[in-house]
């Protein structure tokens, strides 16, 4: 289907920039934004709590005085963990964020809220139904979460999920999973598909908040460098197996853990390996990443790529 008005605002590629932990800020969103895609950042990244309202502040001023921004959004975290649930919507609301993104449990005491002032609900899901239970829950689009995505990821092929999934919901989808370049960006699409949701390819980034042996890790690996377990949050994720040995891990063996451990609110002792500090995530799409780029640059690129692959099938369509 046609991407929503709201959200096709001044867009130069179908990219949600996927919501990173930790690594996505306001420098990132801001400049994504103004590349023409949408950006995307965590309530959860804003910490102290009281520094989201600053952020969003920003963010609505710096982009409000570039008029040709794409809209922005909010990741929120659904779980009994997470504390400051409350505290962060009422926020979002205040600022009318265009796109609510959630996670984990259906979000069905958000939707009417962020309906009232004209936003968006997208929520993540692994499977179908995971999306059954999005859409009685009233959200507006699904971000499907599919093998080779970075971060908590499903399991299953995008060409499956998408497919079942068109059976029953004919609105906006975003799929995640290994899209790190724009011939990927146009398979999405080929798919079903009306937005690529790319997060990896932006750690990689000058604004992105990740340390300097992360975004160079990610330039040298390939898919094969990318664990995939629940070890580390109690969901099974995918991480850079180069971070795992050098938390002094065997990233062949490491134990089962299940949901039980999930903590969002969890302190940070600085001294255990944690998920997503000392543990770095990423998608099966690393190899695509050559350098460290601006956002800007990487929008470019991206654009290029997807431009380059539409007439390279142009000439191949029989």
């Keep these: 289907m046609p991407i929503p008005a709201a959200l096709n605002k001044n867009l130069q590629l179908p990219v949600i920039c996927a919501p990173m932990f930790i690594v ?30 600053d952020w969003l502040l920003r963010i609505k001023r710096e982009l409000a005085a570039s008029p040709g921004a794409a809209p922005f959004a909010v990741n929120q975290i659904i779980h009994a963990s997470n504390t400051r649930l409350e505290h962060d919507m009422a926020l979002c609301i205040k600022h009318e964020v265009p796109l609510i993104i959630t996670s984990l449990s259906a979000p069905t005491a958000i939707v009417p809220r962020v309906h009232a002032y004209g936003g968006q609900v997208f929520h993540d899901v692994i499977s179908v139904r995971h999306a059954e239970k999005a859409i009685e829950a009233g959200v ?22 998408v497919s079942e999934i068109r059976k029953f919901w004919d609105g906006p989808i975003a799929l995640s999973g290994a899209i790190a370049n724009g011939a990927a960006i146009l398979a999405a699409q080929a798919m079903g ?25 990610l330039v040298a690996a390939t898919a094969k460098d990318v664990v995939y377990t629940p070890y580390f949050t109690g969901v099974h994720g995918n991480y850079l197996q ?48 050559d350098a460290i780029l601006p956002a ?23």
């Design 193 to 217: 598909a009306d937005f690529a949701y790319i997060g990896t390819r932006f750690i990689a980034s000058s604004e992105a908040n990740a340390v300097s042996a992360y975004k160079d890790t």
């Design 242 to 289: 180069q971070s795992i040995v050098a938390a002094g891990l065997d990233p062949n063996n490491l134990p089962h853990r299940d949901k039980s451990v999930m903590n969002f609110g969890a302190a940070d002792d600085g001294k255990s390996a944690k998920a997503w500090r000392d543990i770095w995530g990423a998608g099966q799409g690393v190899g695509s990443i």
């Design 140 to 161: 507006d689009g699904l971000i499907l979460v599919c093998a080779g995505a970075g971060g908590h990821a499903g399991t299953l092929s995008p060409f499956a999920l």
């Design 24 to 53: 996505s800020n306001p420098d990132l969103v801001i400049a994504q934004c103004r590349s023409g895609v949408i950006g995307s950042f965590p309530a959860l990244n804003a910490r102290p709590e009281a520094l989201l309202d």
């Design 296 to 318: 800007a640059d990487i929008v470019a690129q991206l654009r290029s790529e997807y431009q380059a692959a539409r007439n390279r099938l142009t000439q191949q369509l029989f």
